[in-house]
């Protein structure tokens, strides 16, 4: 296997993918399914792929996505992507039987703290996929795991049913604009969960506004708190400094010393 750089925990390898599925969900979610020889039984929760997108030769750099889930026997990786630009709108042109070109899986993923027994997951739209394997990591670590999803509106809540399904118990969410569960931002609901019970640690993705006001909460509370940020980046292999994040260790690069990060370290 070639080595393309180091994430620290596995090599980054490069593969060409061949598309199964390419759904639209709802709204501009779309999720697809990769079959990609190796990748999959590498990939570590909260970890990326850099995606080389076809037919954008004006563009040429990659586009970053989390791993959503992996089913290894079948060398299969999945994306929920939502579109905002060139890159994903042309995403939404690809099919079945179409090929891209994958590298990774890159980055940090989770990391679950050596003692802990009771997790929140915060997702915040496209942002409750990269949660998803790592409440299923937890979950079979006997970690007492609840989810609290938000987007701006019905439409755009994803994931529900899977965190369900993996949890047995339903999910609160809210939205932005009440078309679905508690009509407001789940910060009031994460409020809400650690009033009524304690937890030893909370994981968050979604827009920097909300993983923002998310870490006021639970860092006033003293909660180890971990979250995955989203910064453009470039070159995805930690070369460019096109990714730095101030943090109290100093800058680093989003795309191999993150996505995942310390909440208490980062520098807002
Ligand atoms: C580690 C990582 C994981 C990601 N995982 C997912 C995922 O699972 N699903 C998903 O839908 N998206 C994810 N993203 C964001 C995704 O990479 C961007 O939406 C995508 O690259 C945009 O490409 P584009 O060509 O469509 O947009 P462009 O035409 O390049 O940009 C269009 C608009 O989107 C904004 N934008 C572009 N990239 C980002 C970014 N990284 N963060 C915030 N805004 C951006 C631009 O500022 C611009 O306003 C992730 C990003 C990172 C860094
Ligand atoms: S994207 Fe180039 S260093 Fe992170």
Redesign the pocket.
């Given at each position: 296997m070639e080595r393309l750089g180091d994430s620290k925990m596995t090599c980054v390898l490069e593969r060409k993918a061949q598309i199964k599925t390419n759904k639209h969900l709802t709204d501009h979610l779309y999720v697809m399914e990769l079959i990609v020889e190796d990748i999959p039984s590498l990939v570590l929760p909260g970890q990326?792929v850099h995606v080389q997108i076809p037919g954008m030769e004006g563009?040429i750099l990659r586009?970053?996505?989390?791993v959503?889930h992996t089913k290894q026997s079948e060398n299969k990786l999945t994306?929920?992507?939502?579109?905002?630009?060139?890159?994903?709108?042309k995403m939404t042109t690809l099919g079945a039987g179409d090929t891209v070109d994958v590298m990774g899986p890159i980055?940090h993923g989770w990391t679950i703290p050596a003692t802990c027994q009771s997790a929140l997951l915060v997702g915040g739209g496209?942002g409750a996929?990269?949660l998803y394997m790592h409440a299923q990591e937890l979950y079979k670590a006997d970690v007492s795991v609840d989810v609290v999803l938000g987007a701006q509106t019905e439409a755009a809540l994803v994931c529900k049913d899977r965190y369900e399904a993996l949890l047995g118990q339903s999910v609160p969410c809210s939205t932005d604009d009440g078309t679905y569960g508690y009509h407001g931002f789940c910060t009031d609901l994460v409020s809400k969960s650690l009033d009524k019970r304690s937890y030893d640690y909370v994981a968050c993705c979604g827009p920097e506004p909300m993983i923002k006001a998310v870490c006021a909460i639970t860092l006033d509370r003293g909660i180890p708190t971990f979250v995955?940020l989203?910064?453009?980046?470039a070159c995805g292999i930690g070369a460019c400094l096109s990714?730095v994040v101030e943090t109290t260790n100093g800058l680093k690069r989003?795309?191999v010393d993150g996505?995942v990060f310390n909440a208490s370290e980062v520098i807002w």
């Amino acid at each position: 296997m070639e080595r393309l750089g180091d994430s620290k925990m596995t090599c980054v390898l490069e593969r060409k993918a061949q598309i199964k599925t390419n759904k639209h969900l709802t709204d501009h979610l779309y999720v697809m399914e990769l079959i990609v020889e190796d990748i999959p039984s590498l990939v570590l929760p909260g970890q990326f792929v850099h995606v080389q997108i076809p037919g954008m030769e004006g563009h040429i750099l990659r586009r970053p996505f989390s791993v959503y889930h992996t089913k290894q026997s079948e060398n299969k990786l999945t994306i929920l992507y939502q579109i905002v630009g060139f890159g994903t709108q042309k995403m939404t042109t690809l099919g079945a039987g179409d090929t891209v070109d994958v590298m990774g899986p890159i980055g940090h993923g989770w990391t679950i703290p050596a003692t802990c027994q009771s997790a929140l997951l915060v997702g915040g739209g496209v942002g409750a996929a990269p949660l998803y394997m790592h409440a299923q990591e937890l979950y079979k670590a006997d970690v007492s795991v609840d989810v609290v999803l938000g987007a701006q509106t019905e439409a755009a809540l994803v994931c529900k049913d899977r965190y369900e399904a993996l949890l047995g118990q339903s999910v609160p969410c809210s939205t932005d604009d009440g078309t679905y569960g508690y009509h407001g931002f789940c910060t009031d609901l994460v409020s809400k969960s650690l009033d009524k019970r304690s937890y030893d640690y909370v994981a968050c993705c979604g827009p920097e506004p909300m993983i923002k006001a998310v870490c006021a909460i639970t860092l006033d509370r003293g909660i180890p708190t971990f979250v995955s940020l989203e910064k453009r980046m470039a070159c995805g292999i930690g070369a460019c400094l096109s990714c730095v994040v101030e943090t109290t260790n100093g800058l680093k690069r989003s795309c191999v010393d993150g996505p995942v990060f310390n909440a208490s370290e980062v520098i807002w």
